[in-house]
């Protein structure tokens, strides 16, 4: 299946990736979707971290992999008996509960990651339990108090603290956790998957300057580490706009942004795709950044109500790049 001379490049359009590991899409325009969830148990004992699993993608994402048979080590700072946010409920346990229902293992890990001394801990527990980690999804995103500061609040009254608390959960973080993390990574051949946004390259008026900068800065560092350690897998995975807890309750700022708006299972869904791939594939996709909708889209997947998101135009490039690669006689003059 993979022979060399058949390898896409390191540049390879993210469907070449996809077919060369027996994911591609089978799908046609008469064919009924399957709805729901269904246990597959594909990835049955491989043992996934999911950061910031209390809720939101988080939880999507740690759902998913548990009803494909993972240990989930789910983090957070949210538990049972301590929440920090009233008003968006969750907690790591709630999670790791429906994680085990679901069929895998959901295991709370209570994190904070603002203090290594946490992270190092997570890390011994996973080295003295497991020994490896198969897959890393770093997700943990901290949004600032109040909210009304942070929304739709011009530039020159943004605190300055905002930039800060940004970094500090939603990019060095990452980093920390992925280092930290990389000789369990080594032994099992895992992978990295980084949820970021398409902020990183926008400046919405919803969101502060803090925001957009953090995404950018994520994106970059994690590139740069996907460079520095070749022999594990790094991809950068930005979901669309998402119904979260957040999104829903605050529908009136948001409205706009939730007409195509994806359930956090749909980028769970995502992950587990990118997780099936060959150790091969998602080598050639180390270092690149992909969306939701497209790994579903060329695996011919839909979201739990089966309803198929539009590709975003960020894809386009992708489409581009394929199309300058293609042969000369294949290219069609206009």
């Not at 099936?276 to 969306?291: N, Q």
Request: glycine share 8%; hydrophobic share 40%; with cysteine.
């Amino acid at each position: 299946m993979f022979a060399p001379s058949r390898h896409p490049g390191p540049t390879a359009p993210l469907g070449q990736c996809l077919r060369g590991a027996g994911l591609e899409s089978k799908c046609t325009p008469f064919m009924v979707p399957m709805m729901g969830s269904v246990p597959s148990y594909a990835l049955h004992g491989q043992v996934a971290v999911v950061t910031g699993g209390s809720r939101g993608l988080g939880k999507g994402i740690a759902l998913e992999l548990a009803a494909a048979g993972c240990i989930v080590y789910i983090t957070g700072r949210s538990t049972s008996f301590r929440q920090t946010e009233v008003l968006l409920s969750g907690s790591v346990d709630e999670t790791a509960a429906q994680a085990t229902r679901r069929g895998g293992a959901g295991v709370p890990a209570y994190v904070d990651h603002t203090l290594d001394v946490d992270v190092r801990k997570l890390v011994k527990i996973l080295e003295e339990t497991h020994g490896r980690v198969d897959l890393l999804v770093n997700n943990a995103f901290f949004m600032p108090k109040p909210d009304a500061l942070f929304f739709a609040t011009p530039v020159w009254k943004q605190p300055c603290r905002l930039f800060d608390e940004q970094f500090c959960i939603g990019a060095r973080n990452h980093v920390v956790l992925t280092l930290s993390c990389r000789h369990l990574l080594s032994r099992a051949r895992g992978t990295v998957i980084s949820v970021s946004s398409a902020g990183s390259q926008g400046n919405t008026d919803v969101f502060p300057v803090s925001y957009h900068a953090n995404k950018a800065c994520y994106d970059r560092m994690m590139l740069a580490l996907s460079t520095k350690f070749p022999d594990v897998p790094m991809l950068t995975l930005w979901p669309g706009s998402v119904a979260t807890e957040r999104m829903v309750v605050g529908k009136r700022r948001f409205q706009g942004w939730l007409q195509d708006a994806e359930t956090p299972s749909f980028t769970g869904r995502a992950v587990l795709l990118l997780s099936k791939l060959s150790f091969e594939a998602k080598l050639r996709l180390s270092g690149r950044t992909v969306t939701s909708a497209e790994v579903l889209y060329m695996a011919g997947g839909y979201d739990v109500d089966g309803y198929r998101h539009d590709l975003p135009r960020e894809t386009m490039f992708a489409t581009a790049q394929s199309f300058l690669q293609a042969p000369a006689k294949t290219r069609v003059t206009v």
